[in-house]
């Protein structure tokens, strides 16, 4: 049974919900373990067709927990490294689910935090939501979700936001690319996420799974003759699926495909 997280499954759309808002849903060994469990779980699931990450109380995520920072101080190098491994397989789970991902940003989001945002496919966020990248007035550096927020937030400005730990708000965050979209309140927040899982429930479920990955294979790669061939081969195989040919064949007979009835 999770302790940090509640996990609900409705209408093909499951939410992973950061319960610790005592401690603005700061990270601990608990929690990141059941977060990997989640997102592993829910990747495996044929019901689940989407899947939101949201959080409660007034921050989505504000780091590490201070009694898991107090831990940390007295690790060895090995256990930093153990600890270190768990963290970035938690966010590998939610980078590479197989399953579509929102992140629901209803309030600030600090260091580790912004690891959780970055690995999600889409994010938006209400414009009163703050961020930072505060690791480098600890002394310390975002290594291990460097490769989701620069890839979120291209390398630009990552060069400012990691070198200076400068607080920003929405609406940079908007500017950056670490979030798609911005909201004036709560309500408006859940219409976006409403109208992103519906797109997503609407459209074929291995289609879906199968652009998720050419986005990750393609990104930061070189144009060259294996890329084209891969491409080449993922189209082949889509078209020769079972989904790709409904979706085809329902289109050109004007009627819903399979998986919308």
């Not at 939101?52 to 989505?60: C, H, N, Q, S």
């Not at 629901?104 to 935090?113: M, P």
């Amino acid at each position: 049974m999770n302790e940090n997280l509640r996990l609900d499954v409705t209408g093909g759309v499951a939410r992973v919900t950061l319960t610790r808002s005592q401690v603005r849903n700061a990270f601990n060994d608990a929690l990141i373990g059941e977060l990997d469990d989640a997102f592993t779980s829910l990747g495996g699931r044929d019901d689940v067709r989407a899947v939101v990450l949201a959080a409660e109380g007034p921050a989505f995520c504000a780091g590490a927990d201070l009694n898991w920072m107090r831990a940390m101080a007295d690790y060895s190098r090995e256990e930093n490294l153990a600890d270190a491994g768990r963290l970035a397989s938690m966010l590998r789970a939610i980078y590479e689910c197989p399953k579509p991902t929102i992140a629901r940003v209803q309030g600030d989001v600090y260091a580790g935090g912004m690891g959780l945002v970055a690995a999600c496919d889409m994010a938006a966020g209400v414009n009163t939501a703050h961020f930072c990248l505060s690791e480098v007035k600890l002394g310390l550096i975002p290594a291990t979700i460097s490769p989701y927020v620069i890839r979120a937030m291209g390398a630009r400005a990552a060069h400012r936001y990691f070198l200076t730990a400068e607080r920003f708000d929405a609406a940079e965050a908007h500017r950056v690319g670490l979030l798609h979209a911005l909201a004036s309140d709560e309500a408006a927040l859940d219409a976006q996420v409403q109208s992103w899982t519906d797109a997503l429930c609407s459209a074929s479920p291995n289609a879906v799974a199968a652009c998720k990955r050419l986005v990750q294979d393609v990104a930061h790669r070189e144009l060259e003759a294996d890329l084209i061939a891969q491409t080449v081969e993922g189209i082949a195989d889509i078209r020769a699926s079972d989904d790709g040919k409904e979706g085809v064949q329902s289109f050109l007979q004007k009627r819903k495909p399979s998986w919308l009835t």
